[in-house]
Each structure stands twice: as C-alpha cells, then as structure tokens.
C-alpha cells in the first residue's frame, strides 16, 4: 500500500491500539497533524504544553497498564518533553514519545528548531531511533511498542525528520512479528533460586515481604496476596508499589523508608529474611544503606538484573517475572502459621499506622486527605505532585486497588500531578480521578487547566495550600535552624527582613479560585475545619473538572522521618 | 583499582558507541582506551574497551551495557587468558647522529621504519601494551614529532 511518512506513523498507531494521543504541534510536525486532522480512531488532546503531554501519556500508562503516547515537534518542542520522559524512565512506566525533526539534510546544522533530540534523550530512555528513511519507519514503530511494554517498561523515544514524514512508501505493510537480536525480554524463572529461597523461607523466624512497582508492571497483585496469605507474612510496599496489596489487609505495615511508617522500617531493621519483589532499594527507602536490615537475608525478584545487588546485597537472586515466581512461590512454599513475629509486627502497628495532632482552629493537611478517604471510599484514582502532600497522601489515602496512586516515585518531579490526572481520567472510566498537590507543585503546569476545562475532563483538583514548598522548609526548620530561604511562597526579594509566619500581611498569589475561574472552572476554598467536608462534596458534584483549595497550617511537617543518611530506625517524631 | 578489558559486539549503526560510552561518563569513569570496528558481519561492530574502576561500580556498568537494546554481547576478559595488542605510529627527529641508535632500538623491540625522509623517520609497533609503553619510552629522548596509539584490541586464547 502507498503511503506518506506521516500516515504511516498514524497506521501504525492505530494497529497498535493507541486510542489516545497528547500533545503540540509545530514546524516539522505538521504533516503528521495533517493525518491526524481526519483520523476517528483515537483522540487527539491538545495539551498547553508539551512536558503535560509526556505526563499525561504517563498518567494514561499509569492508570491502564497500557503504553501512553505523546507527540510534540523538534527543538524546543522536543526538550519540553525531557521531564516527562524522564520522569517515566525513572519510574519504569511504558511510553512511546514521538518528535518531529529538521528534515535529513540540515541534521546538525543547527538549523531552525533543530536540537539533537537523540542525543539529549538517550540516558533517559530505555531505547531511542532516529528515523533515517521511510522504509525504515514501519519496523521502528513496531519496535518502540514492543521495547516499551516488555520487559522491565520504560520510555522510547522516535524522532521523525519532515522529510521523512512526507516521503512516500510505495509497498507499507506493517510489520506483524518483531524480533531484536540483543534485546530478549522473556526470561525463564530458574526454578533452583525458587528452591533456595523457599528453604530460606522454611528456616525463618522474622519474614517479611517488601514488593514494589515490579508487582504492578507483571499485574502479579492477586499471587502477591495469596503468597502473604498462604504464609502470613507482613507485607509492606514502596511508595511505587502502593495498591499492589490492599492497604487495609491485616497483614500490611505500610511504606518503608524517610517517611514511611515506623512498623514498617521496624520490620525492615529486625526481620531475618526480606522477601523483595520488584523493587530497587531507592536510596529513600534504605537510609543508611550499611544499616540496612543487618538481620535478614535478601531474596530479591526482578525482572532486571541491573537492579540485583546494584545498593544492597543480595543472597538469593531470582531473575524473572513478578508473576511467575510469585506463583512458584504459592506453589512451593508450605502454610505458615502467624507465630510471635506477627504479634510483634502486629504490636508495632498498632490502631493506625500514621498519626497526626488534629485540630479545630486550622486545617491540618493529613485530615483533607482521610476526608477525601471517607468520601470517596477508596474508590479513585489519585495523582500526586511531589512534596509533603505526596507523602500524606501516601500515608493517608489508603491504596487497596492497584493503578490507583499516581506519583513520580523515582525522578520527584513537580509538574507531574495535574497532567498525570489528565492522563489518567482519558483512559480509565467509573472511577473519579483527582490530583492531590501543593501550591507550590501546582503551579508547575497549572496552563493545563484549559485543556481540562475545554475539554471537560473530569479531573477533581485539590490544594492543600500551605503557602510554602513545604517539603524543603521542612528540611530547612530540621536541619538548617530554621532559615526558610526561597520556599515561601508570599517572599521575593523585596523582603527586607522576615517578619514571620503568622506578622506576614503580604498578600498571597496566586487567588487559585480565581484563576480556576479564568479558566470556566468550579471551584471552592475551605479556610476551616468546618467547611472541609462540605468543598469536597461541592467539588465532587460538579460535573466536569473542580477544582478545592485547602488552607492548611503552613508549619506542619511530615513524620515519622528518617533523616537523609540515618538508619531506618532512627526516627524523628512530630 | 584493576585492568579490565571488555570486548563487546554491538550492532553497527549510529548512536551504538555513544549509548556504551554513556554509561562510563555518568558515572565519571575514563576509558582508557576504545577500539571499534566492523566484524566479519557487515551489521556488527566489535569494541575493545580498556578502564580501571572499583570491581562493584564496573560489575554495574557491565550489566547495564548487556542491557543496553544495542549491544549484542558483552565479555569482560578480566579472568581470561587473552592476547592484547596495540598499534603504535611515531615520528622522530632524524639525524646522522641518532639514527643508528634509534634503528637498533627498533630492532629491539621489532619496530618498522615506515617512511623516512631528511627531517624524521615514522616507526610502527604492534605489540602488547607493556612493550609499546617500554618503547615509547626508549625513543623519546631522540625527539618525538608525533605519536598515535590504535588502543587495545583483544582476543581470547580459550580453544572454543
């Protein structure tokens, strides 16, 4: 069949089953707009920002388990979309980034919006091409896809020339089978580590089974909680593995690490055997890595060998699927009553396993979120930006349903949250989608209020305002005897000397309500306890994206904390 | 910090040498030396990488370049009996003075002459890295106009 470059591309992803598309036009895009025009098979979103494209295809991936897909043009349009990728590099999470580029014959001549996109993307992508000629173009799509969803998922990056996109393939057929020589995604478990790792098992006093963002790539959650079940053993999940196992299940002990619970980091410390599926030992979840669980052996499953013994070291490697060693496990591993470790475990966590002080007179952050809990009864899809509300939303919304909590666990990137829910609200249906975020994060691509509203994406939108970049104040009352520099969001450089947090008569900017307002948005301020319940349900009746501002205490701080560097169990308390 | 040499086979397209190179610079690691060229199979490329590093930052770079979707296979010779060999080009003065002793020199050590003209005289040597070291060394005093080395290239002496 005869075909342009540009309708080969839009071919291609039609037969790849992308139904949706985000993104910004530009130059050398242009001819691919041109077939988008009158393309029905998949929905094209027009972000106001090619970095919320890469987010939101990540938010997309994120929430279905499916690739996400952005587009933008060369240049300028291209390094927008850096952040975004990296962000799903670091996370792992399958996309495929599509640029345009200076046509073949002004490659690195610095020609008009020319940047060397490959060049830039290549330590943040799993794979990337440079689309020399048409012929080539049908194969390297097929590709991406497939290099992209298998294996330990990550971004792929494909950037087209102009030229290549109006060339013509007299004889387009796409590729049915793909095969790389170098890259074989499948790999077979090897039964003997199983062996060893179950006698490991049948000798442990102190077990406890730490999984992560493996779990949910291999959709391995249901083996997860029969292997826990079978042989009742605590469970406790990264931040990228939240929703992999049922945070109210009587066996969970919440997330390990910096403000991870202390039943968690506890366990950690005094197991004998970690169980680790699917994780990679962030340096936020170990602390001191010298320190960490100096009492137990470590069996760690993951698909990529990379990650074994790569920060902590690692006993019993098992390098395969989530799925297919949780199963072998079930299989292999005999009953195992709860004993005294479970009743320590159990002891540890207590009634709750986050606390905060309440309070009547201000909004504290922690209780919008269980309001929010209440409210929707568990039953969202929640995305964070990055900072404390990241953290209580972790602690606080209480993930049972895998593909449930969206946040940029790996890069931390600001920005992520709003287009992430975006994202996220395009591929997925019955459940409400919200962004949990800051001020400070918010702001980050708050542009994409517009392409919410225009299109009326029902996206809840919530702040917790504190007037800070909270996180970093945090570290700067903890750790630097209180010198706020830059995180407060009323200061500027015509401060001349603090007046202090609650003296502070400058006005505060952005009005969030009224620029929800500027963009046809509902939305709602609560300044009191009293009046949380009610933003909430006035935010979620509406039809359409809302969005609720919340003025919290503007000093609260996340705990517990493991101070950066410290052993998991030391930990400071608020 | 010891010697590895790494023979890799990649496939033979751009972007190949940068993503392998990429993961040393990262972590500020120097190559010491590279060699790249076409194999028997026209689509692949072999490299022989020479670098020093701590043994567990290295085992981490050699399991991210067998990651890498580019790099076919990837042999770190550091336990492996192996023939290492380097090119060596030099220009140095030539005088009626000297040049009898740098001819012996390169008989010496199995040097060539490959050029001589009124001004200087270029040599090569194809040996192992030691010997080429040693050599450069021994000329030097005779006035070094010009010095290109090829780096290592290897090869396994296994049977199979």
Not at chain 2, 42 to 50: A, D, E, F, H, K
Request: hydrophobic residues 40%; negative net charge; aromatic residues 8%.
């Amino acid at each position: 069949m005869k075909k342009t470059g540009a309708q080969i591309l839009i071919d291609a992803l039609i037969r790849e089953n992308v139904k949706v598309l985000f993104g910004y036009p530009g130059g050398v895009v242009i001819p691919i707009f041109d077939v988008i025009y009158e393309t029905k098979e998949f929905t094209f979103v027009l972000t106001r920002h090619e970095q919320a494209a890469a987010h939101a295809a990540d938010g997309y991936a994120r929430a279905t388990g499916e690739v996400g897909v952005c587009l933008a043009t060369s240049g300028p349009g291209a390094t927008n979309l850096i952040t975004g990728i990296a962000t799903a590099y670091l996370d792992s999470i399958p996309m495929v980034a599509i640029t345009g580029q200076v046509a073949t014959p002004l490659l690195g001549t610095d020609a008009f919006q020319e940047a060397d996109v490959v060049g830039i993307s290549r330590p943040i992508t799993k794979h990337n091409f440079l689309v020399r000629s048409v012929k080539e173009l049908p194969e390297i799509i097929r590709k991406a896809f497939y290099i992209a969803s298998t294996g330990r998922p990550g971004p792929v990056l494909v950037d087209i020339p102009v030229d290549v996109s109006r060339a013509v393939l007299d004889d387009y057929q796409y590729p049915e089978t793909v095969s790389i020589r170098s890259y074989n995604p499948v790999v077979e478990c090897d039964i003997a580590q199983i062996d060893k790792a179950v006698e490991l098992l049948s000798g442990s006093k102190k077990p406890l089974i730490f999984a992560g963002g493996g779990v949910n790539h291999a959709g391995a959650y249901e083996e997860l909680r029969i292997f826990a079940e079978k042989t009742n053993i605590p469970v406790t999940t990264s931040l990228m593995g939240m929703g992999t196992f049922p945070a109210e299940h009587e066996l969970f002990i919440g997330m390990p690490g910096m403000h991870g619970a202390k039943t968690a980091n506890y366990s950690i410390q005094e197991a004998d055997l970690i169980l680790s599926i699917g994780v990679r030992f962030d340096d936020r979840v170990t602390g001191f890595v010298a320190n960490f669980a100096p009492n137990a052996s470590i069996v760690h499953i993951d698909i990529d060998p990379v990650t074994i013994s790569k920060i902590v070291k690692v006993d019993v490697p098992v390098v395969a699927d989530a799925k297919t060693a949780l199963r072998l496990l079930i299989e292999k591993s005999s009953a195992r009553p709860k004993n005294e470790w479970n009743t320590k475990v159990s002891g540890w966590k207590g009634e709750k396993l986050y606390t905060y002080t309440s309070s009547e007179s201000v909004i504290k952050p922690q209780m919008v979120i269980e309001e929010l809990y209440k409210f929707t009864g568990g039953n969202a899809v929640v995305a964070t930006e990055v900072g404390q509300h990241q953290m209580w939303t972790a602690q606080y919304f209480r993930c049972n349903a895998p593909r449930t909590l969206l946040t940029s666990g790996g890069l931390g990137t600001m920005g992520f949250g709003l287009p992430a829910a975006m994202g996220a609200a395009m591929g997925i249906d019955g459940k409400p989608v919200m962004v949990i975020g800051g001020d400070g994060s918010i702001q980050m691509n708050i542009q994409e209020l517009a392409t919410l509203s225009i299109n009326n994406i029902p996206v809840k939108i919530i702040i917790l305002n504190n007037t800070f970049l909270g996180m970093v104040r945090q570290w700067q009352e903890l750790f630097y005897d209180h010198r706020y520099s830059s995180t407060c969001m009323r200061g500027g450089f015509l401060c001349s000397s603090c007046v202090g947090i609650g003296a502070c008569k400058k006005q505060y900017v952005p009005d969030f309500v009224a620029v929800a307002k500027g963009y046809n948005i509902a939305a709602f301020r609560a300044e009191t306890p009293q009046q949380v319940l009610q933003v909430i349900k006035d935010g979620f009746a509406v039809n359409g994206p809302a969005l609720m501002e919340f003025i919290v205490s503007p000093e609260e701080n996340v705990f517990p904390m493991v101070p950066a560097g410290k052993s998991l169990d030391d930990i400071l308390e608020g | 910090m010891k010697r590895h040499v790494l023979s890799l086979l990649v496939e033979n397209h751009s972007g190949a040498l940068s993503r392998v190179s990429g993961l040393f610079s990262s972590r500020g690691y120097n190559i010491t030396s590279l060699s790249v060229a076409e194999t028997e199979d026209p689509s692949v490329s072999q490299m022989t990488i020479v670098v020093y590093g701590e043994e567990s930052i290295l085992g981490q770079i050699f399991k991210q370049l067998d990651r890498l979707i580019d790099i076919i296979n990837v042999t770190d010779y550091i336990d492996e009996p192996l023939i290492v060999r380097e090119v060596v080009l030099v220009k140095v003065d030539n005088s009626t003075e000297t040049r009898r002793e740098v001819l012996e020199l390169c008989s010496i050590f199995g040097a060539r002459v490959l050029s001589t003209v009124p001004s200087n005289l270029v040599l090569e040597l194809t040996g192992a890295t030691e010997s080429i070291n040693d050599f450069i060394q021994m000329i030097k005093p005779y006035g070094i106009r010009g010095l290109v080395r090829s780096g290592a290239t290897a090869i396994s002496r296994s049977r199979d």
